[in-house]
């Protein structure tokens, strides 16, 4: 299915064969990420491949019901003719463990635009939808996304090497104190505090402002594409089950009738095989919801990078301004003049100069203070600069994959709407054959 | 003369003419007469209130057996199957169309082309092209109901719209009307009685209606009157009619209940189209942002927007053709158990009468009162009637609902390869980029 060509980084295009499914679609997808091909990847196999409900005692100590999803893993090698593939390694882990692995992504690694998690909650939901996170159909959706993201990650040119990421995939116990003591939770507790301060920079980065606004509208065109889409298909179900009932009365009126009859009863089961078929049709749909999906929470991890980026320039400039003001005092303690006005030169007019000995630890303390400043503050460019760096390395990638994943989930929504029309046109062409027969 | 209960005449189907036994045959006469059989499209014989003979090839229904009595006995029973095509009999055409408005300074209204190709004798001319009002097809109808009225005459479309509610004048309600029409004429025109009915010549070739509506109406309450004065109560309604009447009561109720489903239907299709044509904004909208996405989001959009030109025609559709015919239908079915009344109140008289006279004969031996014999005749012309056009009604409601059916079919398979047109041509677009793409890349 793929015209993927060897050597070449092309779009993965299933254009061609308009009767693929959803899940060869995605098939396609992850065969595409394992072609870009990282380190990790060529030596694992991965996969999402169960979920079971479990219960417990949680944190609080009280039962509760959730489910853990199974990783397989298998070392990639090429088997030989009629050989068995090796059984894998698997793992259980449940959705708070994912939680906790992409938050120690996050802090890790604050230019990378980390891969999303499916959602928490079902969303966008359309009314015959469980909004249920127990129910199959959501955990299997789940349990699709699950696998998306550690392929996803798997196939980072950076987050892939990740140790941590490594043995989230293989050591089932230990993982969790593991990743606990690289004390990134401090981190992340500290990042969230500034990161929701208000701050404003003095000179903000074209790039990233240009970028910020982007996200934010992908952000509300795809949800309201979302939204749109989960009343759209409300309605289409109506649509297909109102036939339902001529069925029904197909059936009651064939009863009355002599020659009429049988094309109208065989009619009438048409009627019910359409009505029925809204089903399926739906629910291939939400696997192109699940992928405007992860677009829309990509989102969020990109607005992410680009506030990380502002807190960045923000401290740099702080620090900056420390160091200005720094020298500013140093030169009014060696001139003496006062230029600015500040506490300690009106307390020490109204009390009584300071004495020489004092000053001159004053200086010395403040000269300490400016070579560190100086220090500090090479460090934080040298920051900055990596950090932009290696950000738009991964902005650059994001979008190549974005322009590419979406413009693949576009085709397969061609193609799942032509198989919905293909599949009506032979309904009512057999039901028509039976109205022919009345 | 059979005494005790009347004697209903067996339904003779098929059988030839000189098996069926004449109902006054029972003990004096032995007249090889007529019943009517099987509707047919077959010549019959004009004048009936002369009984003058004419060229007769077969017999059909009349409405006086006394005429009957004076035809040719080279009457033969017309056994063809009465579903059999018989264009190759027809020789009376009519056409409904070309609606005009008419302003004057009294009233607006709308006139309808009718054209008639025949090669009767009846008409002067082969060819007639006149212009009609939906007036003067209520006073053809009213006709016919009162000179046949043991015939199912045909529905008209609904007489009276709400102003207000329904546009008289909008280029929907006419076509719909039109249509209506030319069925209702077509189905007169068909019938191998009442295509002969004068009315219907006159209808046809008079320039000017002449309408005397008045009478039409004196003739109604005459009618009314005579039943309320009968009073009559029906003893036992044969069997195959109370089929006929029980078949009408359902068949209406599934009638409605498909109109019922066919405008849910409608208007769950409406409220999709609403939410469907949002869908294709956001995708236009989203294109502002995106470069490389901007083809196959503005594909995506386009492919939408050609859904919605598909569903709205589809529901134009089924409103226009779908919808007015089923409704048509209903007022079939209640045309039809008007008559099946008619027959019940017809046969109830006789039944009265009978009794009435018997009492009397037993009395003072009085003889049978024509009065008696003529209701038996007008009882049985009723139900040989009603029966050849219920056979045909049946047969024609097969053929229309047929039609019907396999239309609404038609245009939802017709719907959804509009769709899928649209998108593969959005596939082949895409397909045809990424070609593009290649090529300039490769260079």
């Given at each position: 299915?793929?015209?993927?060509?060897?050597?070449?980084?092309?779009?993965?295009?299933?254009?061609?064969?308009?009767?693929?499914?959803?899940?060869?679609?995605?098939?396609?997808?992850?065969?595409?990420?394992?072609?870009?091909?990282?380190?990790?990847?060529?030596?694992?196999?991965?996969?999402?491949?169960?979920?079971?409900?479990?219960?417990?005692?949680?944190?609080?100590?009280?039962?509760?019901?959730?489910?853990?999803?199974?990783?397989?893993?298998?070392?990639?090698?090429?088997?030989?003719?009629?050989?068995?593939?090796?059984?894998?390694?698997?793992?259980?882990?449940?959705?708070?463990?994912?939680?906790?692995?992409?938050?120690?992504?996050?802090?890790?690694?604050?230019?990378?635009?980390?891969?999303?998690?499916?959602?928490?909650?079902?969303?966008?939901?359309?009314?015959?939808?469980?909004?249920?996170?127990?129910?199959?159909?959501?955990?299997?959706?789940?349990?699709?996304?699950?696998?998306?993201?550690?392929?996803?990650?798997?196939?980072?040119?950076?987050?892939?090497?990740?140790?941590?990421?490594?043995?989230?995939?293989?050591?089932?116990?230990?993982?969790?104190?593991?990743?606990?003591?690289?004390?990134?939770?401090?981190?992340?507790?500290?990042?969230?505090?500034?990161?929701?301060?208000?701050?404003?920079?003095?000179?903000?980065?074209?790039?990233?402002?240009?970028?910020?606004?982007?996200?934010?509208?992908?952000?509300?065109?795809?949800?309201?594409?979302?939204?749109?889409?989960?009343?759209?298909?409300?309605?289409?179900?109506?649509?297909?089950?109102?036939h339902?009932n001529y069925g029904r009365v197909f059936s009651e009126w064939s009863?009355?009738e002599?020659e009429m009859g049988d094309g109208l009863q065989s009619a009438g089961h048409h009627m019910d095989?359409y009505?029925?078929?809204?089903?399926?049709?739906?629910?291939?749909?939400?696997?192109?919801?699940?992928?405007?999906?992860?677009?829309?929470?990509?989102?969020?991890?990109?607005?992410?990078?680009?506030?990380?980026?502002?807190?960045?320039?923000?401290?740099?400039?702080?620090?900056?301004?420390?160091?200005?003001?720094?020298?500013?005092?140093?030169?009014?303690?060696?001139?003496?003049?006062?230029?600015?006005?500040?506490?300690?030169?009106?307390?020490?007019?109204?009390?009584?100069?300071?004495?020489?000995?004092?000053?001159?630890?004053?200086?010395?303390?403040?000269?300490?203070?400016?070579?560190?400043?100086?220090?500090?503050?090479?460090?934080?460019?040298?920051?900055?600069?990596?950090?932009?760096?290696?950000?738009?390395?991964?902005?650059?990638?994001?979008?190549?994959?974005?322009?590419?994943?979406?413009?693949?989930?576009?085709?397969?929504?061609?193609?799942?709407?032509?198989?919905?029309?293909?599949?009506?046109?032979?309904v009512w062409s057999n039901a028509k054959e039976c109205f022919n027969k009345m | 003369?059979?005494?005790?209960?009347?004697?209903?005449?067996?339904?003779?189907?098929?059988?030839?003419?000189?098996?069926?036994?004449?109902?006054?045959?029972?003990?004096?006469?032995?007249?090889?007469?007529?019943?009517?059989?099987?509707?047919?499209?077959?010549?019959?014989?004009?004048?009936?209130?002369?009984?003058?003979?004419?060229?007769?090839?077969?017999?059909?229904?009349?409405?006086?057996?006394?005429?009957?009595?004076?035809?040719?006995?080279?009457?033969?029973?017309?056994?063809?199957?009465?579903?059999?095509?018989?264009?190759?009999?027809?020789?009376?055409?009519?056409?409904?169309?070309?609606?005009?408005?008419?302003?004057?300074?009294?009233?607006?209204?709308?006139?309808?082309?009718?054209?008639?190709?025949?090669?009767?004798?009846?008409?002067?001319?082969?060819?007639?092209?006149?212009?009609?009002?939906?007036?003067?097809?209520?006073?053809?109808?009213?006709?016919?109901?009162?000179?046949?009225?043991?015939?199912?005459?045909?529905?008209?479309?609904?007489?009276?719209?709400?102003?207000?509610?329904?546009?008289?004048?909008?280029?929907?309600?006419?076509?719909?009307?039109?249509?209506?029409?030319?069925?209702?004429?077509?189905?007169?025109?068909?019938?191998?009685?009442?295509?002969?009915?004068?009315?219907?010549?006159?209808?046809?070739?008079?320039?000017?209606?002449?309408?005397?509506?008045?009478?039409?109406?004196?003739?109604?309450?005459?009618?009314?009157?005579?039943?309320?004065?009968?009073?009559?109560?029906?003893?036992?309604?044969?069997?195959?009619?109370?089929?006929?009447?029980?078949?009408?009561?359902?068949f209406?109720?599934k009638l409605?209940t498909i109109d019922?489903i066919a405008?849910?239907i409608?208007?769950?299709?409406?409220?999709?189209?609403?939410?469907?044509?949002?869908?294709?904004?956001?995708?236009?909208?989203?294109?502002?942002?995106?470069?490389?996405?901007?083809?196959?989001?503005?594909?995506?959009?386009?492919?939408?927007?050609?859904?919605?030109?598909?569903?709205?025609?589809l529901?134009?559709g089924m409103?226009?053709d779908f919808l007015p015919v089923l409704r048509e239908y209903?007022?079939?079915?209640?045309?039809?158990?008007?008559?099946?009344?008619?027959?019940?109140?017809?046969?109830?008289?006789?039944?009265?009468?009978?009794?009435?006279?018997?009492?009397?004969?037993?009395?003072?031996?009085?003889?049978?009162?024509?009065?008696?014999?003529?209701?038996?005749?007008?009882?049985?012309?009723?139900?040989?009637?009603?029966?050849?056009?219920?056979?045909?009604?049946?047969?024609n409601k097969r053929q229309d609902f047929k039609q019907l059916l396999t239309g609404m079919a038609d245009k939802n398979v017709n719907?959804?390869?509009?769709?899928?047109?649209?998108?593969?041509?959005?596939?082949?677009?895409?397909?045809?980029?990424?070609?593009?793409?290649?090529?300039?890349?490769?260079?």
């Amino acid at each position: 299915m793929m015209m993927a060509d060897s050597g070449s980084i092309e779009g993965v295009a299933v254009i061609g064969n308009t009767d693929i499914t959803s899940t060869e679609a995605e098939n396609n997808l992850i065969n595409t990420m394992v072609e870009r091909g990282t380190t990790l990847l060529r030596k694992m196999e991965m996969n999402v491949t169960e979920a079971e409900k479990r219960t417990g005692k949680n944190t609080v100590n009280m039962q509760e019901t959730y489910t853990v999803y199974l990783i397989e893993t298998r070392p990639a090698e090429t088997l030989p003719e009629g050989g068995t593939p090796a059984t894998p390694d698997t793992l259980w882990r449940r959705y708070s463990e994912f939680e906790l692995l992409r938050t120690y992504l996050l802090v890790t690694y604050p230019y990378i635009i980390i891969p999303p998690l499916p959602e928490k909650r079902a969303e966008f939901v359309w009314h015959k939808m469980s909004a249920d996170n127990l129910d199959p159909d959501f955990v299997e959706r789940r349990r699709v996304g699950l696998e998306n993201f550690l392929l996803r990650v798997a196939s980072h040119p950076v987050l892939s090497n990740d140790k941590i990421f490594f043995l989230f995939l293989t050591e089932e116990k230990e993982w969790r104190e593991v990743v606990l003591e690289t004390g990134f939770q401090d981190k992340f507790d500290s990042r969230l505090k500034s990161l929701s301060a208000m701050f404003r920079v003095k000179n903000p980065d074209k790039r990233f402002t240009a970028l910020k606004l982007y996200s934010d509208e992908l952000n509300s065109v795809i949800s309201q594409l979302l939204r749109v889409r989960a009343k759209v298909a409300d309605r289409l179900y109506g649509v297909y089950k109102v036939h339902g009932n001529y069925g029904r009365v197909f059936s009651e009126w064939s009863a009355i009738e002599k020659e009429m009859g049988d094309g109208l009863q065989s009619a009438g089961h048409h009627m019910d095989t359409y009505a029925a078929s809204i089903d399926d049709i739906l629910e291939e749909e939400e696997h192109y919801a699940d992928q405007l999906k992860e677009y829309l929470f990509y989102t969020d991890a990109v607005r992410s990078v680009c506030r990380k980026h502002e807190l960045m320039q923000y401290e740099l400039e702080m620090v900056a301004q420390d160091l200005v003001q720094k020298k500013q005092q140093k030169e009014e303690l060696v001139t003496g003049t006062v230029r600015v006005f500040s506490l300690k030169g009106m307390t020490s007019k109204l009390f009584g100069q300071e004495s020489q000995e004092q000053r001159e630890s004053r200086l010395a303390a403040l000269e300490q203070s400016i070579r560190e400043g100086e220090e500090t503050l090479k460090e934080k460019n040298t920051e900055c600069q990596e950090f932009v760096r290696t950000a738009w390395e991964d902005i650059e990638r994001f979008k190549e994959q974005k322009d590419r994943d979406l413009r693949e989930a576009l085709i397969s929504y061609a193609i799942m709407q032509i198989s919905m029309c293909k599949k009506g046109i032979q309904v009512w062409s057999n039901a028509k054959e039976c109205f022919n027969k009345m | 003369m059979s005494v005790g209960a009347p004697r209903v005449l067996a339904s003779s189907g098929q059988k030839p003419i000189t098996e069926i036994l004449h109902p006054l045959s029972a003990a004096e006469d032995q007249l090889s007469g007529t019943v009517s059989v099987g509707g047919d499209k077959s010549t019959q014989e004009a004048g009936l209130t002369n009984g003058t003979p004419v060229e007769t090839s077969s017999p059909a229904s009349t409405s006086s057996l006394f005429n009957r009595l004076q035809l040719d006995d080279d009457l033969e029973a017309d056994v063809r199957d009465p579903y059999a095509e018989t264009t190759e009999t027809r020789d009376l055409f009519v056409t409904v169309d070309d609606p005009k408005k008419h302003v004057s300074t009294m009233e607006t209204y709308i006139t309808y082309r009718v054209s008639t190709k025949t090669s009767r004798v009846e008409f002067d001319l082969p060819d007639y092209c006149l212009r009609r009002r939906y007036q003067d097809f209520d006073w053809l109808r009213i006709k016919l109901e009162d000179s046949q009225p043991t015939h199912l005459i045909p529905p008209l479309p609904e007489k009276f719209v709400m102003k207000g509610v329904v546009d008289r004048f909008s280029e929907e309600f006419v076509e719909t009307r039109m249509k209506a029409l030319d069925k209702f004429l077509k189905r007169v025109s068909d019938h191998p009685v009442l295509s002969f009915n004068p009315h219907l010549n006159t209808f046809l070739t008079a320039k000017d209606l002449n309408k005397r509506q008045g009478l039409a109406l004196l003739t109604k309450v005459g009618e009314s009157v005579k039943h309320a004065a009968g009073g009559y109560k029906l003893r036992a309604r044969p069997a195959e009619f109370c089929a006929m009447g029980e078949y009408l009561d359902t068949f209406n109720q599934k009638l409605g209940t498909i109109d019922r489903i066919a405008q849910r239907i409608l208007k769950e299709q409406s409220e999709y189209l609403t939410e469907l044509r949002e869908y294709g904004t956001v995708y236009s909208s989203w294109v502002g942002s995106e470069e490389e996405l901007r083809r196959p989001l503005e594909g995506v959009s386009g492919s939408v927007t050609s859904c919605c030109g598909a569903l709205e025609d589809l529901g134009e559709g089924m409103s226009q053709d779908f919808l007015p015919v089923l409704r048509e239908y209903v007022l079939y079915v209640e045309s039809m158990k008007n008559v099946l009344r008619k027959r019940d109140q017809s046969q109830a008289e006789y039944e009265g009468r009978l009794e009435a006279a018997i009492i009397r004969k037993q009395e003072d031996r009085t003889p049978m009162p024509v009065e008696v014999e003529k209701c038996q005749d007008k009882v049985e012309c009723f139900n040989a009637d009603l029966k050849a056009d219920w056979e045909r009604w049946q047969s024609n409601k097969r053929q229309d609902f047929k039609q019907l059916l396999t239309g609404m079919a038609d245009k939802n398979v017709n719907h959804y390869e509009k769709c899928q047109a649209a998108w593969e041509s959005l596939i082949t677009l895409l397909q045809d980029k990424q070609t593009e793409d290649k090529t300039s890349e490769s260079n």
